[in-house]
């Protein structure tokens, strides 16, 4: 069963592992009563993400399907569409969303990391997911999208994700504070176009073809909610796999050059998100010898495909020289994540820093004791108490 238990994070490779080892595809019940398959080894992975018999498009759901569904005007995005709207949608976006745009936002990812560290007392016990891998993100998809109210975003994205009875919002409210503060984004660009890739989205046009309104308030949705939330993740596992292994924190402050490789590595051993959005069967077929009905839900298990033995040598280690290395952490083929760069980006400018500076920093608490968030969906950490040493004593 998949589990919204926050403790499961504390083994689930172990269980990933165990499940990918025993077959091929598991049919498994979420938390919300629902029923799926499960595909967990790396070939099946990387073929269904490229299989247009699965589709994004709850239309193909059969009646039993209950899952997360956002209003109308959110939901024209590029991970509920299949092609040709995919691709029309795709090559607007792409118009916009370019790799010098990225490239450009280089300093100031770097201006955000050593702000955020400059603010950290070294020696006193500081949470890293507040203090640091929460508003790296949001200021650079700020930045990015020129939105103002970040304060706000996270806990909108929160109750959207990991609803609960703590929350400020419900997901009913998060989703109309958040459609509401879109459209003033777009108003707000419309009337005075800048450099950001707001205006640049506004502006995009294929011959007399363009974007409507829809399309655009889901997609600047879209890309808040895997710009910034997802990145949280990724940004506080990065920083963890760097506490349980000195050894290779030590090797990136002497060898730079190897942080590419490395980021790679802890995006397929401890990449965000474990587990696919939801795909449905738009005809029977067979899976790794199991059949799977039309309308049926299948989601893609990557945290297994990414430490699959049959892809993969010692996958359980981290290899700074594993070459190629297929993993899918940002899936695979025409829905592959379209914010891979910037992720990319601010990794880098996380792992520089905290290799660099702080060769001494650990834990504040047993590495049990971590709290994880809970969410199937989300490998991510609720805090990082953790205390910042620049150096080592003798050094």
């Known amino acids: 069963m998949l589990t919204d238990d926050p403790h ?51 239309t193909y759901a059969n009646a039993g399907y209950s899952g997360f569904a956002l209003p109308p005007a959110l939901d024209a995005n590029l991970l509920n569409l299949d092609p040709p709207e995919h691709t029309r949608l795709r090559r607007l976006v792409n118009q916009a969303f370019t790799a010098r745009r990225v490239e450009h936002l280089r300093p100031v990812v770097a201006g955000h990391v050593d702000r955020l560290l400059a603010a950290v007392d070294p020696g006193e016990v500081t949470d890293l997911i507040g203090a640091f891998a929460a508003p790296l993100p949001l200021a650079v998809i700020g930045e990015f999208l020129g939105a103002d109210r970040l304060d706000q975003m996270r806990s909108w994205t929160d109750a959207l994700l990991a609803p609960g009875p703590h929350q400020l919002w419900t997901p009913r409210q998060a989703v109309a504070a958040l459609d509401d503060y879109i459209r003033e984004l777009i108003a707000e660009r419309r009337a005075r176009p800048d450099d950001t890739l707001t205006s640049a989205l506004i502006g995009a046009r294929d011959g007399d073809d363009r974007l409507t309104e829809d399309e655009l308030t889901s997609l600047i949705f879209l890309i808040l909610w895997a710009g910034y939330e997802t990145t949280i993740d990724a940004v506080g596992n ?108 601010q990794l880098t400018g996380t792992i520089r820093a905290f290799a660099e500076r702080y060769p001494a920093m650990a834990l504040a608490i047993p590495d049990s004791d971590l709290a994880w968030r809970s969410s199937f969906r989300a490998r991510g950490l609720t805090a990082l108490p953790v205390v910042l040493m620049p150096s080592r004593s003798g050094q």
Request: hydrophobic content about 40%; glycine content about 8%.
């Open 8 to 58: 499961f994070w504390a083994t689930a490779d172990l269980a990933f592992d165990r499940w990918r080892d025993e077959a091929p595809v598991h049919r498994a019940r979420t938390p919300d009563g629902g029923t799926v398959w499960v595909v967990t080894r790396h070939a099946d992975v990387r073929a269904a993400f490229a299989d247009p018999r699965l589709s994004l498009q709850r």
């Open 238 to 345: 990065s920083i963890l796999t760097l506490l349980r292994q000195p050894g290779l924190r030590d090797e990136l402050r002497r060898d730079p050059d190897a942080v590419p490789a490395a980021i790679e590595e802890i995006l397929r051993l401890s990449g965000p998100t474990p587990l696919s959005i939801r795909r449905f069967a738009t005809t029977d077929l067979v899976i790794g010898g199991e059949r799977i009905s039309a309308g049926d839900t299948v989601m893609l298990l990557i945290a297994g495909a990414n430490r699959d033995p049959a892809a993969f040598d010692q996958p359980s280690r981290t290899d700074l020289g594993r070459s190629p290395n297929a993993h899918v952490a940002f899936g695979h083929g025409i829905h592959h994540c379209l914010g891979a760069p910037l992720a990319r980006l």
